[in-house]
């Protein structure tokens, strides 16, 4: 049975940023693998972005969510705060030192890391020696 990073029983929700840079699709590729190895389950950011009710609402009922947005500018955490969810964990790739560019070719090592810091973010007993941001608030959800 494969060890859950997030949360136990898949209930974890992963949200990526995918945008038009190396650390966009680096955080779309982590939530794909996170996904097909069976420690969470990739939802839709876009749709949370375009306002569509039922995707409002299934962010609001999930016990358990990790948001990976790409760099500072933070337009996935902006998405959730524009409908009101509440940001569980968050991490934000270029706050670990990997910088912004239009390299899509995407380093095993980078998102190797970018998985560690994930699965750490989401209490995992696997641990890391990589440190990055975090930042976390209880889910009071959508009224």
Do not use: W
């Amino acid at each position: 049975m494969t060890e859950q990073c997030c949360a136990t029983n898949n209930q974890v929700m992963i949200m990526a940023c995918s945008g038009g840079s190396n650390v966009g699709q680096l955080s779309n590729r982590v939530a794909v693998e996170l996904t097909r190895e069976g420690r969470g389950k990739m939802f839709c950011l876009v749709g949370i972005g375009a306002g569509l009710s039922g995707f409002v609402r299934s962010a609001c009922d999930v016990p358990h969510m990790v948001l990976i947005d790409g760099c500072e500018v933070g337009c996935g955490k902006k998405a959730l705060e524009r409908e009101g969810i509440p940001l569980q964990d968050y991490l934000v790739i270029t706050e670990m030192g990997l910088a912004k560019n239009k390299d899509f070719q995407l380093k095993a090592e980078d998102i190797a890391r970018v998985k560690g810091e994930v699965c750490r973010i989401c209490g995992t007993k696997e641990k890391t020696q990589i440190q990055g941001p975090l930042k976390s608030s209880a889910n009071a959800c959508c009224g």
